[in-house]
Nanobody, 124 residues
Framework: QVQLVESGGGLVLHGGSLKLSCAAS????????MGWFRQAPGKEREFVAG????????YYADSVKGRFTISRDNAKNTVYLQMNILSPEDTAVYFC?????????????????WGQGTQVTVSS
């Protein structure tokens, strides 16, 4: 079955950096777009970044553009999210997600599988 396992979350100071990883298994990773979403306490889950199956196309939420970078290694079945210049507003549980097809998506209802999430906390 499809499994997405995130790692790399933690506590970081305002202005710091973290790199999240998501190890995928149970499907042909190179055939699917992948993405990262996040959910802060009391808020809805929201799109952060997406990457196409061959990494030729990337999308970002306006709130993270220029600070976050999504990438993937199809040989390792892993997708990454490099997060720089973190602020307390980035505090959330971050979820790895598999899209239904080859192009990245922003809508939750177009995601077929989710990871369990990893907590990112940015202190001021």
């Amino acid at each position: 079955q499809v499994q997405l396992v995130e790692s790399g979350g933690g506590l970081v100071l305002h202005g710091g950096s973290l790199k999240l990883s998501c190890a995928a298994s149970g499907f042909t990773f190179r055939n699917y777009a992948m993405g990262w979403f996040r959910q802060a306490p009391g808020k809805e889950r929201e799109f952060v970044a997406g990457i196409s199956y061959a990494a030729g196309t990337t999308y970002y939420a306006d709130s993270v553009k220029g600070r976050f970078t999504i990438s993937r290694d199809n040989a390792k079945n892993t997708v990454y999210l490099q997060m720089n210049i973190l602020s307390p507003e980035d505090t959330a549980v971050y979820f790895c997600a598999r899209a239904a097809g080859r192009m990245p998506v922003r809508q939750l209802n177009q995601i077929t599988n989710w990871g369990q999430g990893t907590q990112v906390t940015v202190s001021s």
